[in-house]
């Protein structure tokens, strides 16, 4: 029973951010085995009624943390794939926990009442992108129908219609598929070859008229730009992932900072998001930002700062986003970070170590700093540096070396414990967090 406790233990660990197609399945066949050997060892009264339940119980558990948008990884492959393992030994559980990637519990099943859906009703086309074929697709494009069926008639509806694929897209098959399952009454009536054909076309004709309906009743971003409103949009609405994707659509600038159109409904949406962005620099409003990952808030204050546009509006934007995105993360006072800068880190383990980096210096009881990981490790002193987009700027020209000294980290450490007089409390279960590939 260790054996399989450390190899369910390895496993959760393993389950972030995959890098290519053999990882995947390569954590596919970890996690098939573990399933395997949990049913085979209760069978052969190894593991007890209780042991057995409980280790199921966790890696059942792993799919939905795997997914969870919110309090969990934000993992999209990796959840698709446990979904498809756990399918291959009990369906009904993979199809329930699919279930809950776009739904949430029912308010009368559970006592917490704040709850919400693992994922989102786009987690069907991406799953329908990486297998077609899978029952669960067919499974969450039946509950998909049902919500929109739902939707039709409902003054409050979801945002199952937002997430609907575009006929146009690199989901235009899927739009078919639903448009024909939606009007099925239209296929089944067809009894030619070519009244099938004129069917499916009603049929997708039709679709699109109720998606789009319904898009009009969410009042989405997307009707107010297709349909020429912009200056309708309000940025205090706006989540944090649109905001974050859009920023220079809304302030109507191409990536030099140049003008990008010279309609006045456009004009009037940017003037509305400037005056906004500098009541988020007098710290008059909240930008929306905790569902942003942190690799993603670096790579984009890295190409604010190449392109010497650390004063934009883009850059008060994202620089609140960034402060609406540390309220979500509380206990990080008893830790030191070390963030690795050397070229082996280059991209997203990069963007990822600096951003966690500036998120610990943030709330350490040593003071707002990191340690560069190098033979001759030092303080960046990031004291003074209000803005997110300093603290990466600062943090990016930082000296690094091939390897790290920690006896000599350690010594700094217990250097600014004296020098800031902390108490034996205090100190207690410090952590040094080493963000590095260790290359």
């Not at 003074?384 to 603290?391: L, S």
């Not at 350690?410 to 004296?418: A, G, S, W």
Request: charged share 25%; hydrophobic share 40%; net charge neutral.
């Amino acid at each position: 029973s260790n054996n399989v406790r450390e190899r369910i233990l390895q496993l959760s660990f393993q389950l972030t951010r995959a890098r290519d197609e053999t990882n995947i399945n390569s954590l596919a066949q970890q996690t098939d085995n573990i399933l395997k050997e949990l049913t085979s060892s209760y069978k052969a009264s190894i593991l007890s009624r209780e042991e057995y339940i409980a280790y199921m119980s966790i890696m059942y558990r792993m799919i939905g943390h795997t997914r969870d948008i919110i309090d969990g990884k934000g993992e999209y492959a990796l959840s698709y794939m446990l979904l498809s393992v756990w399918h291959s030994h009990h369906p009904e559980l993979a199809k329930f926990a699919f279930r809950l990637f776009v739904l949430p519990l029912p308010l009368e099943a559970v006592e917490d009442k704040d709850l919400h859906p693992y994922g989102s009703w786009k987690d069907i086309k991406h799953f329908y992108k990486r297998s077609k074929s899978s029952p669960l697709v067919q499974y969450g494009c039946q509950l998909l129908i049902e919500q929109l069926r739902a939707d039709s008639v409902s003054n409050n509806p979801s945002l199952a219609a937002k997430w609907v694929p575009r006929e146009k897209s690199q989901f235009g098959e899927l739009f078919t598929e639903l448009a024909i399952d939606y009007f099925s009454d239209y296929i089944t009536s067809a009894k030619t070859d070519e009244s099938r054909k004129r069917a499916i076309i009603k049929a997708k004709m039709d679709f699109r008229k109720l998606i789009s309906s319904l898009n009009k009743k969410l009042d989405t971003v997307q009707i107010k730009q297709c349909t020429h409103h912009w200056s309708e949009i309000d940025p205090s609405k706006q989540t944090s992932i649109t905001m974050h994707k859009q920023k220079k659509a809304f302030l109507n600038v191409n990536k030099d900072g140049s003008k990008r159109s010279e309609l006045d409904d456009r004009i009037v949406c940017a003037n509305k998001f400037k005056e906004f962005a500098q009541q988020a620099v007098n710290g008059e409003v909240e930008v929306k930002g905790k569902r942003i990952g942190l690799n993603d808030f670096t790579q984009e204050a890295l190409e604010l700062i190449g392109r010497n546009q650390q004063n934009s509006d883009e850059a008060s934007i994202l620089n609140a986003q960034w402060l609406d995105n540390s309220k979500q993360t509380g206990a990080l006072g008893k830790m030191i970070a070390m963030v690795d800068v050397s070229g082996s880190m280059s991209g997203n383990p990069m963007n990822a170590a600096i951003a966690l980096g500036i998120r610990v210096a943030e709330k350490s009881m040593l003071g707002k700093r990191v340690m560069t990981f190098s033979a001759a490790p030092s303080w960046v002193n990031l004291t003074g540096k209000d803005t997110f987009i300093e603290m990466v700027d600062t943090i990016r020209q930082a000296d690094w070396g091939m390897n790290t000294n920690f006896a000599a980290a350690l010594k700094m450490i217990l250097d600014c414990i004296v020098t800031q007089k902390l108490s034996p409390e205090d100190v207690e279960d410090m952590v040094l967090a080493i963000f590095s590939d260790m290359q």
